[in-house]
């Protein structure tokens, strides 16, 4: 089976083109943007970095002693302890939430996307049972993860301490917070490319045969199985893109004298600005999973050259 990216990626692009600009429809946008934003709610592809000075002897310890001093401080200020454990109390409220809606907000993108709509309703009654599936894995994912990177997190600043302690030296901390950094990037990586696999490859089958996530992990787990290769690749390709646009972003935003990034940060507005982007992108993974067979058919056939739709596949 001859898998390919670059072809996946044009169909994609194409069929972005068709939905968004031909004709051009504001309202569509909106519309289609609204479903794109909840979609993506708890999606975090962006960051900033700080500058960063050089550090110490001084600058280690104040790091390696902070939690001392902050659970001494807390101590002898409880107002502030009650306060912070409120404030991270609403923070799990709000990610439950937006992990909900972005559950419900996956299946209502995605159907718009595949059929060339702009509905909000349908789609949130239609997939609630699949989106709310969905959503349990996403929540159960969450405090697998925080299980394994809290104790991790642990066991690096205890042995950073171990370390500091016994040397009294910060260059005696190099090797050992860079080998643990890596360690934590390699965590993080793996669950970010079991979430791209979800969202990308799951949640589709889930939509089309209608079935809970589990069962979808259990349709597509045999034929990443099959072909591992090309679905390891399949995630360089992604990350490779999304650096791509993450670079065309910069230069359009710096062109628009920085008018583009204040939209882009706008929550909704963003989504609407970069649904080209997201549009595009939803639709990559489609195209690509259609190449592995019929029975993964879910567009309607497309002369890629023509643009005119057929009749969908059975």
């Given at each position: 089976m001859?898998i390919?990216y670059?072809?996946p990626?044009?169909?994609?692009?194409k069929?972005?083109?068709?939905?968004?600009?031909k004709?051009f429809d504001?309202?569509?946008w909106f519309?289609v943007g609204?479903t794109a934003?909840l979609a993506?709610?708890?999606d975090?592809e962006?960051g900033?970095?700080?500058?960063?000075g050089?550090m110490?002897?001084?600058?280690?310890?104040e790091v390696?002693?902070?939690?001392?001093?902050a659970?001494?401080?807390?101590?002898?200020?409880?107002?502030w302890?009650l306060l912070?454990a409120?404030?991270?109390?609403?923070?799990?409220i709000?990610v439950?939430?937006f992990?909900?809606?972005?559950?419900?907000?996956?299946f209502?993108?995605?159907?718009?996307?595949v059929?060339?709509?702009?509905q909000?309703?349908?789609?949130?009654?239609?997939?609630k049972?699949e989106?709310?599936?969905?959503?349990?894995?996403?929540?159960?994912?969450?405090?697998?993860?925080?299980?394994?990177v809290i104790?991790?997190?642990?066991?690096?600043?205890?042995?950073?301490v171990?370390?500091?302690e016994q040397e009294?030296?910060?260059t005696a901390?190099i090797?050992?917070?860079?080998?643990?950094m890596?360690?934590?990037?390699?965590?993080?990586?793996?669950?970010?490319y079991?979430?791209?696999l979800?969202?990308?490859f799951?949640?589709?089958?889930m939509?089309?045969?209608?079935?809970?996530?589990?069962?979808?992990?259990g349709?597509?787990?045999?034929?990443?199985?099959?072909h591992?290769?090309s679905?390891?690749?399949?995630?360089l390709?992604?990350?490779?893109l999304?650096?791509?646009?993450?670079?065309?972003?910069?230069v359009v935003g710096?062109?628009?004298?920085?008018i583009?990034f204040i939209?882009?940060?706008?929550?909704?507005?963003g989504?609407v600005v970069l649904?080209?982007?997201?549009?595009?992108?939803?639709?990559?993974s489609?195209?690509?999973l259609?190449?592995?067979?019929?029975?993964?058919?879910f567009f309607?056939r497309?002369?890629?050259?023509k643009?005119?739709?057929?009749?969908?596949a059975?």
């Amino acid at each position: 089976m001859d898998i390919r990216y670059f072809e996946p990626l044009s169909r994609a692009y194409k069929r972005m083109k068709v939905a968004l600009f031909k004709p051009f429809d504001l309202r569509k946008w909106f519309v289609v943007g609204f479903t794109a934003f909840l979609a993506g709610l708890m999606d975090f592809e962006g960051g900033s970095g700080g500058g960063q000075g050089k550090m110490g002897d001084g600058g280690w310890e104040e790091v390696l002693y902070f939690p001392r001093t902050a659970q001494q401080w807390l101590t002898d200020n409880p107002q502030w302890f009650l306060l912070i454990a409120f404030g991270l109390v609403l923070v799990l409220i709000l990610v439950v939430v937006f992990t909900w809606l972005s559950s419900r907000g996956k299946f209502m993108f995605l159907d718009n996307v595949v059929h060339d709509l702009a509905q909000v309703a349908k789609p949130w009654y239609e997939f609630k049972s699949e989106a709310f599936s969905l959503f349990l894995w996403r929540i159960g994912i969450g405090f697998l993860v925080l299980a394994a990177v809290i104790p991790y997190l642990a066991y690096c600043y205890t042995t950073l301490v171990s370390v500091y302690e016994q040397e009294w030296d910060a260059t005696a901390l190099i090797f050992p917070f860079v080998t643990m950094m890596l360690g934590l990037i390699a965590v993080f990586a793996f669950f970010k490319y079991v979430n791209l696999l979800l969202v990308d490859f799951v949640v589709p089958l889930m939509y089309r045969s209608r079935i809970k996530v589990l069962a979808g992990w259990g349709a597509f787990l045999p034929l990443f199985g099959k072909h591992l290769l090309s679905f390891i690749g399949y995630g360089l390709f992604i990350l490779v893109l999304k650096i791509a646009v993450g670079i065309g972003i910069v230069v359009v935003g710096l062109f628009t004298c920085c008018i583009g990034f204040i939209l882009m940060v706008i929550p909704y507005i963003g989504s609407v600005v970069l649904l080209p982007v997201s549009y595009t992108f939803r639709a990559l993974s489609v195209e690509f999973l259609e190449q592995y067979g019929p029975e993964y058919q879910f567009f309607p056939r497309i002369d890629p050259d023509k643009l005119v739709r057929e009749s969908p596949a059975s």
